[in-house]
């Protein structure tokens, strides 16, 4: 029986859960840059700050 519960941990839970870790962090990375590139003060700036983002990617 422990077998077969770690097996369908291993199987169907863990990419679940890996999946929705993945997507959740990538969510906050992009309110973080969004935040960022908010904050610019003018146009000049915000091209800046998103080539900035470009290469960092």
Same mark, same amino acid.
């Given at each position: 029986?422990?077998?077969? &519960?770690?097996?369908? =941990? ?17 969510? =906050?990375?992009?309110? !973080? !840059?969004?935040?960022? &590139? ?20």
């Amino acid at each position: 029986m422990l077998g077969y &519960l770690i097996n369908i =941990a291993r199987d169907l839970v863990l990419p679940i859960l890996m999946d929705r870790t993945e997507t959740l962090l990538d969510r =906050a990375e992009h309110g !973080r !840059r969004d935040t960022y &590139l908010a904050s610019s003060a003018d146009i000049g700036e915000l091209e800046r700050r998103m080539r900035e983002c470009d290469t960092e990617a």
